[in-house]
């Protein structure tokens, strides 16, 4: 049973205008979230987080809204560009251990378009 | 050399061959993993080693055989593997925190890709 899901296989969004990517969870032990970024031919690299006692966290075009009781948290980006062109992979870690534990997602392809 | 460094970055086999992933971390981090990607699946967690102490197993098959020499080093061996388990490799590492709760920020290598034939 997956504990995370991008519903989303993909998405395309032109240059300039607003990327949103969604991940849904269940499992209500998980208190942090994240969202990593790859390129092909490279690993994942982190890109934001949020802590469950927040709902927004943002770091310059990237804002993570997090929905605890729907169980929902999202990546907004803008303005798009073509270089924010990767797979995102939503993460969530349950608490009470004193080194990640994460559990992804399967990923949303963005692509954006110039 | 910066980040986490893994090699092979690609590896064929045969399912009779014993072969052996290596991971290198220059982040000064105290805890690395082995995640494992297969086609149209999430990433999986396989093994955290801590401190050098292996501190989970998600219910990997003994074939994947784990070894962490030091903080900074972690080999994952290969032993008649199946078709099956040709995917990804990834290797992370992060800091360990001894106190309060842990957020998950992890810092990739750049993956091997295994093929077993």
């Known amino acids: 049973d997956q504990q995370v899901k991008q519903n989303s296989p993909s998405l395309s969004v032109q240059e300039g205008r607003i990327s949103i990517l969604n991940c849904d969870y269940t499992?209500?032990?998980?208190?942090?979230f994240l969202w990593y970024k790859k390129y092909p031919a490279e690993g994942p690299t982190f890109l934001i987080s949020?802590?469950?006692?927040?709902d927004k966290n943002e770091d310059g075009r990237f804002t993570v809204f997090l929905n605890k009781s729907a169980k929902h948290l999202s990546l907004h980006i803008v303005p798009s560009q073509p270089g924010d062109s990767a797979v995102y992979f939503c993460?969530?870690?349950?608490?009470?251990?004193?080194?990640?534990?994460?559990?992804f997602g399967q990923g949303t392809i963005l692509t954006v378009h110039p | 050399e910066t980040g986490v460094t893994q090699t092979p970055r690609h590896l064929v086999m045969g399912m009779t061959n014993k072969k052996s992933l290596k991971c290198e971390q220059h982040?000064?981090?105290?805890?690395m993993y082995w995640y494992k990607q297969s086609a149209k699946k999430p990433l999986e967690l396989m093994f955290v080693?801590?401190?050098?102490?292996?501190?989970e197993n998600n219910s990997v098959p003994s074939r994947f055989s784990p070894e962490c020499p030091n903080s900074s080093h972690l080999f994952l061996h290969l032993h008649t593997l199946q078709p099956e388990d040709s995917a990804l490799y990834l290797c992370?590492?992060?800091?360990?925190?001894?106190?309060?709760?842990?957020?998950?920020?992890?810092?990739f290598g750049e993956g091997s890709r295994l093929t077993v034939l």
């Open positions: 992370a590492s992060s800091q360990r925190f001894l106190a309060g709760g842990y957020t998950g920020e992890l810092f």
């Open positions: 499992n209500s032990m998980f208190d942090y």
């Open positions: 949020i802590s469950s006692i927040k």
């Open positions: 993460a969530a870690n349950a608490g009470g251990t004193s080194y990640g534990k994460l559990t």
């Open positions: 982040l000064g981090h105290n805890a």
């Open positions: 080693y801590s401190l050098e102490e292996r501190v």
